[in-house]
């Protein structure tokens, strides 16, 4: 196996010559480590692609394991449809269960459930691993014994002593999309800046609720804001951290659904293209966008249609973590009443990164705060749905032999 990092975006490749190199780099590949999961690892050729994580269900019942079954059934289809060829997945099950005393893996049977469902849609199974508190098995493996192999083999694995070796140690799921602890000068000089500018500082804003629409009546007011949220793009997306004037502009801009969509239809795109579009729309047509429509089959354009359009079609998902830190620094220093749409906007980042589990994290902090917030109830309802993408941080592939790479995990993180 092989994890591959291009040198074009600062990736390293690392190869595995087996399951216990496979299961010792996937932490290092995710950036993250997570007990009581499925994880499933797509490959392109020889190399991992796709990875995706799930919870594990209640138990191994077939009404509670269906949804999975489902999940990891329309990936393969998915994989497949891409690449024109029939998916390649690995399948590795993490618990904080323990083997059975015949020397069973946990949740043996919802392995198997998964490898029969997607050798029935075509798909090629790489390894399918399980690993418990107390060792690991692969159960692809036909030399393999009925006691669990024992997990220092994880831990002391040629590419444990090799390629990670001194390597930074993936953070807990947990842990992962944590608001920093900011600096309470910091926050102090934040709060300053915001309270020397007005909420809404343009034509026609008096009696708006502040996170609904951003006014603007007049073309030249029209304009004006478009083109001051398309600046807090181009700020999001440099490499020097957000100065306080920054941060502030940031804040505001999240406070309004309109600002809101330009920002991340600028971080999606490029920062000007929400300018250009606005040049070529008739004036006004980014003012009073709805959040949502009242029925799904109701005309009209929305945010959430919008973005559920064009999201599923991003693919420059490397370029999104500086600025989902930035973000996170952004809330961390925000007043907390202006805190929810900063989080639907991160909480909308790490969906499209591929941490389901991050983002409805966010989304219940911003809806702590503000159950009503229109923005936020929309991001958790776009983000209800997976989105399956590559991990920009590597990839696999097996030395020497590609029918044997590792495969991939599964389900959203």
Avoid: K
């Avoid at 990936?75 to 269960?97: C, E, M, Q």
Wanted: glycine share 6%; aromatic share 6%; proline share 9%.
């Amino acid at each position: 196996m092989t994890l591959s990092t291009p040198s074009n975006d600062s990736r390293t490749i690392i190869r595995c010559g087996g399951s216990a190199d496979f299961l010792a780099a996937l932490p290092h590949v995710t950036g993250f480590t997570a007990t009581d999961s499925v994880f499933l690892v797509g490959f392109a050729g020889s190399r991992s692609d796709t990875v995706v994580r799930a919870d594990l269900p209640p138990h191994e019942e077939p009404r509670e394991t269906l949804a999975l079954l489902d999940f990891a059934s329309e990936l393969a289809r998915d994989l497949a449809a891409s690449h024109g060829a029939p998916a390649t997945l690995a399948i590795v099950i993490t618990s904080s269960a323990v083997f059975a005393a015949d020397g069973s893996p946990p949740w043996q049977r919802l392995a198997r459930r998964l490898e029969r469902r997607l050798r029935r849609d075509g798909a090629e199974i790489r390894d399918l691993c399980v690993v418990a508190a107390d060792g690991w098995a692969s159960l692809l493996d036909p030399r393999a014994s009925s006691a669990p192999r024992p997990l220092s083999e994880i831990a002391e694995s040629s590419v444990a002593r090799g390629p990670l070796r001194g390597a930074d140690p993936p953070v807990p799921l947990a842990e992962l999309g944590r608001i920093p602890d900011a600096l309470p000068e910091r926050i102090a000089a934040v709060t300053a800046e915001l309270e020397r500018h007005r909420p809404l500082d343009l034509p026609g804003s008096e009696g708006v609720p502040p996170h609904r629409s951003e006014p603007g009546s007049t073309a030249l007011a029209h304009f004006r804001w478009i083109s001051e949220t398309a600046q807090v793009a181009h700020e999001l997306r440099e490499e020097s951290p957000l100065s306080v004037g920054a941060t502030a502009r940031l804040i505001r801009c999240c406070q309004h659904s309109d600002r809101w969509l330009v920002l991340a239809l600028g971080l999606l795109t490029r920062p000007e293209f929400p300018l250009e579009l606005a040049r070529e729309f008739p004036t006004g047509r980014f003012a009073g966008v709805p959040v949502e429509t009242p029925s799904d089959d109701a005309p009209g354009w929305s945010i959430l249609r919008i973005l559920t359009g064009i999201c599923p079609e991003f693919m420059e998902h490397a370029r999104l973590a500086a600025v989902g830190e930035r973000v996170l620094d952004a809330v961390a220093e925000a007043p907390e009443p202006q805190r929810p749409g900063l989080l639907a906007m991160s909480a909308w980042l790490w969906w499209l990164r591929g941490s389901q589990t991050v983002a409805q994290r966010h989304l219940a902090a911003a809806l702590t705060i503000d159950p009503s917030h229109e923005l936020s109830r929309m991001v958790r309802r776009l983000a209800s749905t997976p989105i399956a993408r590559p991990f920009s941080a590597a990839g696999f592939a097996r030395r020497g032999d590609a029918t044997h790479a590792p495969s991939r995990p599964a389900a959203p993180r």
